[in-house]
């Protein structure tokens, strides 16, 4: 049994390398099958770009599309509602202050006009048969005071007559009483008159004084309306440039609506539109500059517009010194906006790849040229021609910089051929 024992123990010992050897390949297999899976497309190095990273100097700068406008444009409107009879003006043609540009109608105005006219002309005549009759009134008042006149002085010598012989016992008692009572009546009568002259005067003064109120206020409602009229002929708000116009004849035009605009040619300005990535550092006051005819003009950034609009927001630019001989609106400069000043950084070329990745990785080629693969890194600033890289790369490597849609979402690009760098 001894014997047997020690016999089994030396076979084992003797195996025990091979063992080994073979629990570490599959050890190997299994980490190339399962612990190397990575998404990975071969593809030709040639059908795209590589770019090799580099230190340099960035120029903060972004290139941006600008369209020359005036400076002010006014809007072209109507100040009453009114039918199109006539287009003076054509568009682009040069107006002046007060110019018609579009002349209109209005029926309704037109017979508002009859309507206040006879108004006015019937009120005209109710005031000059009023004040003829009132001055009949006061011309029989006068004649009937002239005639209590005479009839007091008759009165009241009959009266003082009559009292004499009273006193003298020479007439009747009868006879005094009745010349009395009728010379103290005719007073009465006197001031009676007097009082309605004077009542009738104030009377027609606040008559006619209201009627001429009434009659001053149709006239000027007649103005108005007359100004109103005036008014259906669309005039230039100011000189300068007729823009748009936007009628044609016979169409009816409401009060206040939009018919065109006028530019105002006293000066120009710049508008432009800027990706929505650079609103936090675009802000009134940066210079920017371009070129026009082998001249450098140079522009101030005036206005930054809050809204973003299809991913992009409106700027506009004045002029900070000689405007570009020729000028006209709708003309498009390439300006240069500065954004900052410049220093030195790890720049890479600008490309496709950024439209896919936003920045946040790039394929990076292997020293040997055989293959790429997927790399975090950052990209701080950008302008026409770098991207500044502030993690991820270092100078010398070089990455692929052209369009990754063929890519899918591999993460190992094997080449189909090396790529030769020398």
Known sequence: ???????????????IPYILGGVFVLLV??????GNNVPTLKVDPRMFTISTVETN??????????????????QLSPLERGRVEEIIAEEGSTVATGDVVVRLSNSNLTMQILDSEASLAEKENLLRNTMVSMEQQKLDLQQT????????ER????????????????ISNETYLQSKEDYEYTIKRYDLVRERQTQDSIYRSIQILNMEESLESMRRNMKMIRERVANLDVKAPVSGQLGSLDVVLGQTISEGSRMGEINDLSDFKIESSLDEHYIDRVIAGLEGTFE??????????????PDVKGGQFKVDFR???ERPE??????????????????????IPRGSFYQKTGGSWIFVVTPDGSRAYKRKINISRQNPQYYEVTEGLEPGERVITSSYDNFGDNELLIFTRNINYE
């Open 1 to 15: 049994m001894d014997i047997k024992i020690e016999h089994k123990n030396k076979i084992r010992k003797k195996h």
């Open 57 to 74: 100097t960035f120029n903060d700068y972004v290139r941006i599309t600008g369209q020359v406008r005036p400076v002010t444009t006014i």
């Open 29 to 34: 297999i299994a980490w190339a099958a399962f």
């Open 155 to 170: 009165k009241e010598r009959t009266y003082l007559q009559n009292k004499r012989l009273y006193d003298e016992k020479l």
């Open 292 to 305: 026009r005819q082998n001249q450098e003009y140079g522009v101030l950034l005036s206005k930054v517009y």
């Open 145 to 152: 005071r002239l005639q209590l006149d005479l009839d007091l």
């Open 319 to 321: 002029f900070t010194g």
């Open 326 to 347: 020729n000028i006209r609106t709708g003309q498009s400069y390439y300006i240069n906006l500065q954004l900052g000043q410049s220093s030195e950084g790890i720049l």
